[in-house]
């Protein structure tokens, strides 16, 4: 069974600083990868999507990698701001349509 | 419609009572997937639809839960018999196919 992993589990760092997390999968066969983010109280609004046959994706600030025989992303924040504050969440989707989820990493952004 | 809508945002029962759930996905998406989030936990996937098929039911918890999707769009996710650990926050989410996923601001149930 696929497990992801994300570390750290929260983050807490000074206003306009390069930040990056990270997500870990134990199967390579995977769709995509997708990155979200999760205000308090909140859905879940998508930031990056990623197909297996990618490298990268990038929106923004944001740039999403991908190193599937690995079984690594990362997303990297520039310049960081207060309002990045939430909880950042990867998805691995499988061939059976399963879908996969990190138990995210709780960012703060210090003013 | 524009996105991924969900109803009631917010409903309080009483343990014992049966409760249903809407989802309504964006126009066209083939898929959609329903997971449950408990405070301060992870995502809980419960089942996935593809169309009106529903491939994967292996998440839901009990017999006490169902769910069904009608004309490959709006679906419902039942819960009978109301239990204080259903208490959670049951979020929908809907994709074209492998694509994308887009989530509902979710629906917040509490049970008595």
């Given amino acids: 069974k696929q497990e992801v992993t994300q570390i750290p589990a929260a983050l807490s760092v000074p206003e306009g600083e390069n930040l990056v997390l990270n997500c870990s999968f134990t199967d390579s066969a995977i769709y995509n990868l997708q990155w979200f983010r999760q205000d308090p109280g909140k859905g879940l609004t998508s930031l990056l999507l990623i197909q297996s046959s990618q490298r990268e994706q990038t929106s923004g600030r944001l740039n999403a990698s991908l190193d599937k025989s690995s079984g690594r992303s990362t997303l990297y924040i520039a310049a960081s701001q207060p309002g990045d504050s939430a909880t950042y969440l990867c998805a691995v989707l499988t061939g059976a349509n399963n879908l996969f989820f990190g138990t995210g990493t709780r960012l703060t952004v210090i003013p | ?112």
């Fill in chain 2, 1 to 112: 419609g524009a996105g991924v809508s969900q109803s009631p945002s917010n409903k309080v029962t009483e343990k014992g009572k049966d409760v249903e759930l809407r989802c309504d996905p964006i126009s066209g998406h083939t898929a959609l997937y329903w997971y449950r989030q408990s405070l301060g936990q992870g995502l809980e996937f419960l089942i996935y639809f593809q169309g009106n098929s529903a491939p994967d039911k292996s998440g839901l918890p009990s017999d006490r839960f169902s769910a069904e999707r009608t004309g490959g769009s709006v679906s419902t996710l039942t819960i009978q018999r109301t239990q204080q650990e259903d208490s959670a926050v049951y979020l929908c989410a809907s994709s074209f196919l492998v694509g994308e996923l887009f989530f509902g601001e979710g629906s917040r149930l509490t049970v008595l």
